[in-house]
């Protein structure tokens, strides 16, 4: 285990693995076990097509990282700049759950219970404090924002490809066949925009915490 991090980023970096990995770990198990293993490959693809699926298998890889990885990912973890933008990638994951989507519907065992509120609510939390508490502050500048939207843009242009092939969508908001490409435009931009008002607070907090 990597000894140059402290007892806290410990604690909060297998708090989000733990969380993440039970979450999506659960899911991708239930996929795999009710599917014929000619079918895992498909399962797979369609599980992290999800922005929740994949954004929490960002954060495992960087938890995962950070308390036991060598070399150039590692290292790329590292980057204060890279955490904040997996935090703030989990975070929105969490948001867009409860104040979007609407939160949990149709929860009827304790398994979907556990699912939802590690991947859905525990790992956002998780993520935002371990940004707050355990990501080194004072390294950000105006360009990160910017530069973290690459990933939730290039998810979009994704799903505008993937979408017409298999001709459903996993959220609304990109589901050009209820909303047309006007509709979809238009929820992008929304959430473009409360994105980079996400990120312009992490910034902002970022350069008062290290003064």
Known sequence: MNQDITKEQRFW????????TTG???WYYLRLSSSPVRGWLTETIEMFSY?????NLIVIVMAASLLFGRGRLR???????????CCLYVAFVGLGFWFLLGGPDQLVTVIDWLTEMTAHTLSPILG?????RGVPKGQLTWRHPFMWLSYPIGYLVYWLFRGPIVGEYPYFFVDVNELGYGGVATWSGVLVVA???LGGLMLLWDRRSST
């Open 128 to 132: 935002f404090v371990y940004w707050l």
């Open 195 to 197: 994105f980079l008002i």
């Open 75 to 85: 290292q790329w973890f590292s980057s204060p700049a890279v955490q904040a933008a």
């Open 24 to 26: 999506v770990g659960i």
């Open 13 to 20: 970096l297998w708090a989000i693995l733990i969380s993440s």
């Open 51 to 55: 922005f929740t699926n994949l954004s």
